[in-house]
């Protein structure tokens, strides 16, 4: 991204409200506290980059945004309204908000195409011609308009997650969450999706993105949030994280991951 | 020993017609419980997996007592229960009405065995499929009818089909809901001839006719139809 993007974008970002918020988040598997007290704002065009070792709670938090995982304490907005508990409340709301899966989770025996239509035509009642012309025009963007009559098992993982990506798009989403996207290909496939991903967030797609890849946070993050032991120790813009982080953990953390 | 006992056909012949409608009594019945228990097997299914714990426990519940209750029983509760007590009377025709406790008999029974096949089937679905399903804003429904049972139905066809192939061969217990399928005609006719082995062999190639191409069909579903991973 240029210099002057950025800085549109930075600009874009202090003033948009808040979209997501979430206020003293607990969860809990079983005896394990894997959510401590998570306040968490994501304002409107944000790109939020949530890093950390594993098993510190990236991902379940990355979950409980669309309440894919329940939370057991605290409040999660979205756009000024609750989480709803269940229902049809619930099912609108998550169509607001795009999921972005590691195991990318296509739908196995819908064609590419039809992966990306399903959503809008059953759940927005978009005509189907209309829907499938959106379609096309995303998965262009994604460049993998070429695969469209093909099954997910036929494509590259890549490919299969450009395709996952331009599915969560085609509910034209408030923001999307990107749980570990690159995390299960092959180191050539990753730029593929990470260009996708780096395009999305100069387009102004607020974003929550879970992930190892230092380079994306680096480039596109306008927040960095290290999580570890269920909790949010830092939060801070990508530079300052980077060249000077305040925690011990984090410290520790960047050192093990950075010089090799 | 009586050569003449193992080669006589005469008895299958005269009567080939009989034998004939007799079948496709059999046909009728199993078509109609097939469907039937395919639509029936399926909602309970769908109930089993549920998050509504009281729709859980009532497909539960079922599953536990059809499944466990020889199917003779069903039969004779829907011809002696319905019919006779109740006086559930659904044709004044005692064959028509025989026809459909016996339909009604036989779905309700191979229903729970076609449920256990496909929640067999839901649990080789996985668990991604439904998490993207819902996160596209799908209903727990929709996700269960776009996206997981197309899927589920896909692995279970081969099992699928040993359960109807068993229902083919059930059918000749429908008598006991006083329907006169293939079966009642044999032993009809092994009371007019006698206990001939060219009678019961008739029978046992008819109903081979019957569940061999049954079950090369649902073989061949099962590989036209998997789902590449």
């Known amino acids: ?89 619930l099912a609108q709301l998550r169509a607001d908000v795009g999921m972005v899966f590691q195991s990318f989770n296509l739908f196995a025996h819908k064609t590419i195409l039809q992966n990306v239509t399903l959503g809008p035509t059953k759940v927005k009642k978009t005509p189907a011609a209309e829907a499938e012309k959106y379609a096309m025009e995303l998965l262009e963007r994604v460049g993998i308009a070429s695969q469209a009559e093909k099954y997910p098992a036929q ?61 994306f946070a680096r480039a596109s993050a306008n927040k960095v949030v290290f999580m570890a032991d269920g909790q949010i120790v830092e939060e801070n813009t990508p530079e300052e994280f980077f060249t000077n982080a305040q925690s011990d953990r984090a410290k520790d953390f960047l050192s093990k991951i950075l010089t090799h | 020993m009586n050569l003449h006992a193992l080669l006589d056909f005469g008895p299958l012949q005269q009567n080939f017609g009989t034998v004939l409608k007799a079948f496709w009594g ?11 228990s395919l639509i029936l097997g399926t909602v309970l299914a769908a109930m089993r997996v549920s998050p509504t714990p009281v729709l859980r426990g009532a497909g539960a ?57 496909l929640r067999a089937g839901i649990n080789t679905v996985p668990l991604g499929q439904a998490e993207a399903a819902r996160s596209i804003g799908l209903t727990f429904t929709q996700s269960l009818r776009l996206v997981v049972l197309p899927q589920a139905f896909r692995t279970v066809i081969a099992p699928l089909g040993s359960v109807f192939i068993a229902m083919i061969k059930n059918t000749t ?12 005609e ?16 008739g029978f046992a190639i008819g109903f081979m006719v019957l569940t061999l191409p049954t079950g090369f069909f649902f073989g061949w579903l099962s590989k036209r139809l998997a789902v590449a991973r």
């Open chain 1, 155 to 215: 494509l590259s993982g890549g490919q299969q997650q450009r395709a996952a990506i331009a599915r969560a798009l085609a509910m034209r989403p408030k923001v999307m969450l990107f749980d570990e996207p690159t995390s299960a290909l092959d180191p050539e496939m990753i730029k593929e999706v990470l260009d996708v991903m780096t395009n999305l967030a100069a387009e102004g797609m607020t974003m929550v993105v879970v992930t190892h890849e230092m380079g």
């Open chain 1, 1 to 89: 991204m240029t210099d002057t993007g950025k800085a549109a974008q930075e600009a874009d970002v202090s003033g948009g409200g808040p979209l997501v918020v979430l206020e003293n988040v607990n969860k809990y598997f079983g005896e394990l506290h894997v959510l401590k007290d998570i306040d968490l704002t994501i304002h409107r065009g944000e790109v939020v980059v949530v890093i950390g070792p594993s098993g510190g709670g990236k991902s379940t938090l990355c979950r409980t945004i669309n309440r894919l995982e329940p939370i057991d304490d605290g409040t999660i907005r979205i756009d000024g309204h609750l989480l709803p508990e269940d229902g049809k409340e």
């Open chain 2, 61 to 117: 519940l079922y599953i536990y007592v059809f499944r466990n209750t020889p199917l003779t029983l069903v039969l004779l509760f829907c011809s002696l229960g319905l019919s006779d007590t109740l006086h559930l009377q659904i044709s004044h025709d005692p064959s028509t009405n025989g026809f459909w406790l016996a339909t009604i008999g036989m779905t309700i029974y191979t229903a729970s065995f076609v449920c256990e096949s």
């Open chain 2, 26 to 36: 059999t046909i009728r019945l199993a078509l109609l419980s097939g469907i039937g």
């Open chain 2, 173 to 184: 217990v429908a008598l006991a809901a006083g329907y006169f399928e293939a079966s009642a």
């Open chain 2, 186 to 201: 044999m032993k009809q006719m092994f009371d007019t001839y006698g206990g001939t082995i060219p009678i019961f062999l």
